[in-house]
């Protein structure tokens, strides 16, 4: 059924927007003029009467069928069924669990307005247009959308509650709670909807991120299980891949979301697919391939986020002018705190102080922005103020977010590393190791554990999760990144009695010819940190320094944990090395 915003009301008490607009149908023939009186004839005889009555009957059916079986196909061929338009796209688009174009989802919008203006009692379409306001604040990182949600929601409710069969209202409730981060409530919404409509696929979407922001993987595996039980295409293999990703299973992410990417059906879900390709490239430490699935995703959506996803693969080969290019026009479109937190990281790392500064500063007011309008950036704020404010603040922070049950990898990751900076490595030890259990494959949570273990002078493990986080992507961040390499380089190589499966071992190959001997080439210095200096909190205004990472030479021997297994090969200090997690 195509809805459009010009199709008004059949009557005022309909629920249901017009079929077809009025006046699409066959229009009434004209009068005609009464023409001359015939001439007198003479009157027939029976037979010829009967005669002409019966040729006249032949002639009437051969028209008649000729009507019925042309006229239909004349019509076929000369008026094609319309186009969809914008709205029945937008529509299409969620029923399909799809994301529709920002162009459809802002007429959708604006039918939905004009049709609840004339039909307040009309649930259904408060409940779409209280999602589709949840959608658009996401899209376009405009929080204030988020309070126009739970208006249309709430009036949604208000009409038909959700114990009579408004389960839409519910997880559009449960998706806003999500995107305010509050994942507690959401998980409350989506449940309550899983009670009553077990097979309803769409809550399960929103249980699932409800599930991972409370760090219940469990729950939101058995989540993605019964949505792809329930739903096919390429909505489904996005959701398994994210997950995939989500447990340090990369190769099976890369896998799926491949798959989705060749079943979508719509630009905005192609470009969705390639944007996850991308991010899954840059996580193995590939971002010359990254750039490319970033760059695919914007030539089939130029309205899709991936510009800084882009920058932020362009800062890892060194084209920084590019980079800062993507960033500002990334930020332009979608002012997400998290692009500014990485553009103002890229201005520190390259020396520009001031512009990191000013950077900073208008972090702090998206994020108090974002606190006006119910959102919870509590994580962020604790990663900003980490590294580059108060890290006794940001531990503050993060353990009230630990107690609201929040206690995703990313948190834990965060606090530990918050505790470490606050001097704590000891408290800090659980919750890096914890992070890394979940996600073995995030270079940075390996490199915050390494760091952490270095502190505590347990200098095994620190030098091999040091040198997984740089054989799996050495660029991950343009300020950790270079701290970590600096990190390695004071632990220097492995022992000597590194236990097998640790020792450094050469690349094979075909057995050189005699020649003299050559010193072994050097692998070239990395570019060091930037030197220590003074940045005031933009939050807290208190000024900071950013001390470098503690230069320690470790005793002799080995110390390896227990861990899942793991393997990675690479180069490290100019050796070929092969690390196996146990």
Not at 13 to 30: F, M, V
Not at 43 to 65: E, F, I, N
Not at 435 to 446: F, R
Not at 457 to 484: C, Q, T, V, W
Request: glycine share 8%; proline share 10%.
């Amino acid at each position: 059924m195509d809805v459009t915003p010009q199709q008004p009301p059949q009557s005022p008490d309909s629920t249901e927007p017009p079929l077809e607009p009025p006046g699409t149908g066959p229009a009434p023939p004209d009068p005609a003029s009464p023409g001359p009186a015939p001439s007198e004839l003479p009157p027939l005889s029976l037979r010829t009467t009967l005669r002409r009555a019966a040729m006249g009957a032949v002639a009437g059916a051969v028209l008649v069928t000729g009507a019925v079986v042309a006229v239909p196909e004349d019509e076929k061929k000369s008026a094609p069924p319309p186009a969809p338009g914008p709205v029945s796209r937008a529509l299409k688009a969620r029923d399909m669990g799809s994301p529709a174009s920002l162009s459809d989802l802002t007429a959708l919008i604006g039918d939905r307005q004009q049709w609840v203006g004339t039909h307040p009692s009309d649930a259904p379409s408060w409940a779409l247009l209280g999602t589709a306001y949840v959608e658009w604040g996401q899209r376009s990182a405009d929080a204030a959308y988020y309070s126009r949600a739970e208006q249309a929601l709430k009036r949604s409710l208000d009409v038909q509650p959700g114990e009579k069969g408004n389960t839409a209202a519910w997880v559009g409730l449960a998706t806003l709670a999500n995107a305010r981060h509050d994942f507690v409530t959401a998980k409350k919404w989506g449940e309550t909807v899983r009670a009553r409509q077990p097979k309803q696929w769409n809550v399960y979407p929103a249980l699932i991120d409800a599930y991972n922001g409370l760090g219940d993987y469990e729950s939101a595996n058995t989540a993605v299980e019964k949505f792809t039980a329930l739903h096919s295409g390429a909505p489904a293999l996005i959701r398994t891949a994210q997950r995939y990703r989500d447990l340090g299973r990369r190769e099976d992410a890369q896998a799926d979301a491949q798959a989705a990417a060749d079943r979508a059906t719509t630009p905005a879900q192609k470009a969705e697919c390639l944007y996850l390709l991308g991010e899954l490239a840059w996580e193995r430490g590939e971002p010359d391939k990254a750039v490319a699935q970033y760059s695919a995703a914007l030539r089939t959506d130029r309205a899709h986020p991936s510009l800084a996803g882009r920058a932020r693969a362009l800062v890892a080969l060194g084209r920084t002018d590019e980079a800062e290019r993507d960033y500002k026009a990334a930020l332009a479109n979608l002012p997400r705190p998290e692009y500014m937190l990485a553009l103002g990281e890229l201005y520190e790392s390259l020396g520009r102080d001031e512009d990191a500064r000013s950077q900073y500063a208008q972090l702090g007011t998206a994020l108090a922005r974002d606190d006006g309008e119910g959102v919870d950036n509590a994580a962020l704020r604790g990663r900003f103020e980490t590294d580059h404010g108060d890290p006794a603040a940001a531990v503050k922070l993060l353990k009230a977010e630990w107690d609201r049950s929040h206690r995703s990898a990313a948190v834990a990751d965060a606090l530990g590393w918050a505790l470490h900076r606050s001097g704590d490595s000891s408290s800090a030890l659980q919750y890096a190791t914890r992070a890394v259990d979940t996600d073995g494959q995030n270079a940075s949570y390996m490199s915050h554990l390494g760091a952490i273990q270095q502190a505590l002078k347990d200098y095994g493990p620190a030098r091999r999760n040091l040198a997984e986080a740089l054989l799996i992507n050495p660029h991950f961040s343009p300020l950790e990144g270079p701290a970590a390499q600096k990190a390695l380089d004071s632990l220097g190589g492995p022992p000597a009695d590194v236990p097998q499966g640790m020792q450094p071992a050469r690349a094979p190959g075909p057995a050189p010819e005699p020649r003299p001997v050559a010193p072994a080439p050097q692998r070239q210095a990395p570019a060091k940190a930037p030197a220590s200096h003074v940045l005031s909190s933009p939050l807290t205004g208190q000024p900071v320094l950013r001390p470098g990472p503690a230069s320690v030479r470790p005793p002799d021997g080995p110390h390896i944990a227990g861990r899942p297994a793991f393997s990675v090969d690479g180069e490290v200090a100019g050796e070929r090395v092969s690390v196996r997690r146990r």
